[in-house]
């Protein structure tokens, strides 16, 4: 089992910054992939940016493509993402996700992620 703790969000203007951070512990060596995902009220869970956990590799939503960075630390069990020039569309609760299987899907459904952070509010204010 793979535990998630996420930390960061909260309430910025538009245009500014936040960074958001998720710890794994547990059977972190299980984990493939791993990235962020949001959800508004009423809507779908959509993926955000992901990173293969072994190769470094990035994946991101067109939505986010050159304003988000996804990163994770050297011992791989922490997961970053840093959000610049932030929209008030971007306000959602975002969730960090874990996967550990090999079923093959698109890099960000969020039906082939097997665990998942407690999930941090991020209000963006125009």
């Known amino acids: 089992q793979v535990q998630l703790v996420q930390s960061g969000g909260g309430s910025v203007q538009a245009g500014g910054s936040l960074r958001l951070s998720c710890v794994a512990s547990?059977?972190?060596?299980?984990?493939?992939?791993w990235g962020w995902f949001r959800q508004t009220p009423g809507a779908e869970r959509e993926g955000v940016a992901k990173?293969?956990?072994?190769?470094?590799?990035?994946f991101y939503a067109d939505s986010v493509k050159g304003r988000f960075t996804i990163s994770q630390d050297n011992t791989k069990r922490e997961l970053y993402l840093q959000m610049d020039s932030l929209d008030p569309d971007d306000s959602a609760v975002y969730y960090c996700?874990?996967?550990?299987?090999?079923?093959?899907?698109?890099?960000?459904?969020?039906?082939?992620?097997?665990?998942w952070g407690q999930g941090t509010q991020v209000t963006v204010v125009s």
């Open positions: 547990g059977d972190t060596w299980r984990i493939l992939h």
């Open positions: 990173i293969d956990r072994g190769s470094g590799s990035p």
């Open positions: 996700a874990a996967k550990a299987n090999s079923i093959g899907a698109p890099p960000l459904a969020p039906a082939v992620y097997d665990q």
